[in-house]
T-cell receptor, first 113, second 115 residues
Framework: DQQVKQNSPSLSVQEGRISILNCDYT??????FLWYKKYPAEGPTFLIS?????DKNEDGRFTVFLNKSAKHLSLHIVPSQPGDSAVYFC????????????FGPGTRLSVLP | DSGVTQTPKHLITATGQRVTLRCSPR?????VYWYQQSLDQGLQFLIQ???????AKGNILERFSAQQFPDLHSELNLSSLELGDSALYFC??????????????FGPGTRLTVL
């Protein structure tokens, strides 16, 4: 049973427009969330994080929104650039000794010039 | 470049064989994590070591084992290999401290193909 879901395997967006990537989770104990970006033939790289005490975190063109009651988070990229084309993974973790991140299956974003 | 190195980059072997994947964490990082990514699937957490000791275990098969050495590099041993073990294996490191907010830095991965 997947605890972290990314229901859109792929997404295409025009350059300059907003990209919205969604992530849902089932474990209400998760209290820290991250987004990773992955290019082909490379390992995932950290993008942005949010803890459960916040509902929004912004870093440049990237904003993550957290809706705890809906167990939903989203990543907004504005404006989208062709270099943003990659696979985006959502990951979640609960605090406590021995806990580790649970990753979603990823969404492939294509930003079209 | 994340600072995490993994060797080898590619590995092709036969069913029933045993292989060892190696990971060197970023300088100063105490935690090492191993993940498996099969085709079109997300990253599955296998195991974490922190300063030489096993800290957490995920969906790691009994045929798989890992260790972290005094110099903090880690090895993942996969034995009695099956076709289904073909995957990308990532190592990540974090943490000069062991906190929930530690960002994990991933290596480029080892692609294992079992024929």
């Amino acid at each position: 049973d997947q605890q972290v879901k990314q229901n859109s395997p792929s997404l295409s967006v025009q350059e300059g427009r907003i990209s919205i990537l969604n992530c849902d989770y089932t474990n209400s104990m998760f209290d820290y969330f991250l987004w990773y970006k992955k290019y082909p033939a490379e390992g995932p790289t950290f993008l942005i994080s949010i803890s459960s005490i916040k509902d929004k975190n912004e870093d440049g063109r990237f904003t993550v929104f957290l809706n705890k009651s809906a167990k939903h988070l989203s990543l907004h990229i504005v404006p989208s650039q062709p270099g943003d084309s990659a696979v985006y993974f959502c990951a979640a973790k609960e605090s406590g000794y021995g806990q580790n991140f649970v990753f979603g299956p990823g969404t492939r974003l294509s930003v079209l010039p | 470049d994340s600072g995490v190195t993994q060797t080898p980059k590619h590995l092709i072997t036969a069913t029933g064989q045993r292989v060892t994947l190696r990971c060197s964490p970023r300088s100063g990082d105490l935690s090492v994590y191993w993940y498996q990514q099969s085709l079109d699937q997300g990253l599955q957490f296998l195991i974490q070591y922190y300063n030489g000791e096993e800290r957490a275990k995920g969906n790691i098969l009994e045929r798989f084992s890992a260790q972290q050495f005094p110099d903090l590099h880690s090895e993942l041993n996969l034995s009695s290999l099956e076709l289904g073990d073909s995957a990308l294996y990532f190592c990540a490191s974090s943490g000069r401290t062991d906190e929930i907010t530690d960002t994990q830095y991933f290596g480029p991965g080892t692609r294992l193909t079992v024929l």
